[in-house]
Structures are given as C-alpha cells and as structure tokens.
C-alpha cells in the first residue's frame, strides 16, 4: 500500500530555533500533501494544503511566514517551524493522496514537537 | 457552515459489539471515511463509502446513508487493541477533507 514517510519523529529544540520537518511519499507521487497540526485531546487541524510547484495554500490563522512550506518534487514537501516558541509545541502530520476520489489519505508517523 | 458531528467517547467491553455514529452537513459530498488514531501516532485508514449501504473488511463494518448525512463504523468481536480514536472524515464538493473531533474508543475487559 501507499506509504508516507516523516522525519524527524520527534525533536526538541530551543525557543527561537528553526524545525524542518520532512514528508515524503515513497512509493507513489502526490502532487498534493496536507499539513495537519494536533494538539492533546484535540483533533487534526488541518495547516496547509502543499502543491508540488507552487504556492501552499494556508488555513485561516496560520501563519504562513511562520510555518514555511516547500513542495520542490512529486514525492517531498517540508515545513519549516521558524522561531519556535513553546506554543508552538505540537504534534505535527503530514498526509498525502495518490488521487482523488476514492483514494485515501495516507499520513506519515507525525512528528513531536517541543519547543523549551 | 461545514459539520461533522461524533460523539466524544464511548466504552464497550471485550468481546463485544460497538456502533460509532457520524451525521454530516457539508457543501457537497464525495465520499467519506473512517481512521483509527491511537494515542500518540498518526492516523490509519480504515475505510471508504461513497455508496449507500454497508462496506464490510474484516472485524470493522461501515454504513452510509447519503440522503440522511449518515454514517456508522461497527467494530466487532471487539479486542483491547482497538482502544483508540476513531476520526470520521468527509470529502466535500470541493475535495477538502472535513474533520470530526474523534471519538475515543475505551475497551473494557
């Protein structure tokens, strides 16, 4: 089946550092991939939505020039947590769609954020 | 505005039968589905319906009623493993993913 991979599974880092989280889809090209943001308890939150080639599309009360996405290839896109802060703790997951319509979303492990 | 609507948590007992229940109002409809997300870890695809009626793999079951904006997903012969959230997530007209909260899913023995 369809598989995501996401790197790092989990970081910790210092307030004011900069995170790059990886996606990748290793055995199928997404032209699409979801960013999704989950706190405890809560559920998926969707971010952005990651184009290959083009601009991503981010949801209302994201920061785009915070949360910087990059989707250079069919099978990677990144993003990139600048100067983090402890709010920004979370656990963050990506996803991607081989097509439409039936096709599921397949996610990545997620990766756990904490900012000190 | 766009909904979906599960309950927050529900306990069943091993060995038994559990019914999850999902109502939707979205713009549009183009297929809805089901995960299983335990504590910690992302999110797993469990199944599809984009046809009225019953889709069946295995232990799970899922039903969708297109003209009442109603789901289900059975979980049966139930085992401790299934504890975990079980998210209901509808496709809209536009392809966007709608999310429910989850419902948490505790097994007693």
């Known amino acids: 089946g369809a598989v995501v991979s996401q790197h790092p599974s989990r970081v910790i880092c210092k307030s004011g550092t900069s995170v790059k989280i990886e996606c990748r889809s290793l055995?199928?090209?997404?032209?699409?991939m979801f960013w999704y943001r989950q706190f405890p308890k809560q559920s998926l939150m969707l971010m952005a939505t990651s184009n290959e080639g083009s601009k991503a599309t981010y949801e209302q009360g994201v920061e785009k020039d915070k949360f910087l996405i990059n989707h250079a290839s069919l099978t990677l896109s990144t993003l990139t947590v600048t100067s983090a802060h402890p709010e920004d703790s979370s656990f963050y997951i990506c996803?991607?769609?081989?097509?439409?319509?039936?096709?599921?979303?397949?996610f990545g492990n997620g990766t756990r954020l904490t900012v000190t | 505005g766009q909904n979906i609507d599960q309950p927050t948590e529900m306990t069943a007992t091993e060995g038994a039968i559990v019914q999850i229940n999902c109502t939707y109002q979205t713009s549009g409809f183009n297929g809805l589905f089901w995960y299983q997300q335990h504590a910690g870890e992302a999110p797993t695809f469990l199944s599809y319906?984009?046809l009225d009626g019953l889709e069946e793999k295995g232990r799970f079951s899922s039903f969708l009623s297109r003209s009442k904006g109603y789901s289900y997903l059975l979980l049966k012969e139930l085992q401790m493993k299934d504890s975990a959230s079980y998210l209901c997530?509808?496709?809209?007209?536009?392809?966007?993913?709608?999310w429910g909260a989850g419902t948490k899913l505790i097994i007693k023995p």
């Open positions: 996803s991607a769609s081989s097509g439409t319509g039936s096709s599921p979303l397949h």
């Open positions: 997530a509808v496709r809209d007209s536009n392809y966007q993913l709608i």
């Open positions: 319906n984009v």
């Open positions: 055995d199928f090209q997404a032209t699409t």
